[in-house]
């Protein structure tokens, strides 16, 4: 929560100055994050803390920023609810497999967040995409 903290205004100023780009970073810190805890270094471990506060600073504070840049006052509401929402369950469901991975193999919770960054950062950057044209 300290690096959430110390993060987030920095962050913010990266979301004022290059938009939803900024939320790029989000999945690239995230893939770092189980490779490092897995060490049981302390070393490796604060690292990983660090990016875990970045993570989480994009997304209060970015990912937020974001949607009331995208929606028109009007949606906004619904669209912080389906952002909450989709959130929460993609945590929870995230959080099951990670158990689940954890009594198989640790590895195999490196390749399983791997993939899912690469995946999401994907889909995000098909996103950003999509609404540059919309808006331009």
Same mark, same amino acid.
């Given at each position: 929560?300290? *690096?959430?903290?110390?993060?987030? !205004?920095?962050?913010?100023?990266?979301?004022?100055?290059?938009? =939803?780009?900024?939320?790029?970073? *989000?999945? $690239?810190?995230?893939? &770092?994050?189980?490779? &490092? =805890?897995? +060490? @049981?270094?302390?070393? *490796?471990?604060? $690292?990983?803390?660090? !990016?875990?506060?970045?993570?989480?600073? #994009?997304?209060?504070?970015?990912?937020? /920023? *974001?949607? /009331?840049?995208? &929606?028109? @006052?009007?949606?906004?509401?619904?669209?912080? %609810? /389906?952002?909450? =929402? +989709?959130? %929460?369950?993609?945590?929870? =469901?995230?959080? /099951? #497999?990670? %158990?689940?991975?954890?009594? $198989?193999?640790?590895?195999?919770?490196?390749? !399983?967040?791997?993939?899912?960054?690469?995946?999401? &950062?994907?889909?995000?950057?098909? +996103?950003?995409?999509?609404?540059?044209?919309?808006?331009?």
């Amino acid at each position: 929560m300290l *690096a959430d903290g110390l993060l987030a !205004f920095p962050i913010g100023l990266i979301y004022d100055k290059f938009g =939803l780009v900024s939320l790029i970073f *989000a999945p $690239i810190f995230s893939i &770092l994050i189980v490779p &490092l =805890l897995l +060490t @049981q270094n302390l070393i *490796a471990v604060s $690292i990983a803390s660090v !990016f875990w506060g970045a993570v989480m600073a #994009i997304y209060e504070s970015n990912a937020r /920023a *974001a949607i /009331a840049d995208i &929606l028109p @006052q009007n949606k906004r509401a619904i669209g912080y %609810g /389906a952002f909450g =929402l +989709t959130f %929460g369950i993609a945590w929870m =469901l995230g959080s /099951a #497999i990670y %158990g689940y991975l954890y009594e $198989i193999s640790k590895i195999s919770m490196i390749y !399983f967040s791997l993939i899912a960054e690469i995946i999401a &950062l994907i889909f995000l950057l098909l +996103t950003i995409a999509k609404i540059k044209r919309k808006f331009d």
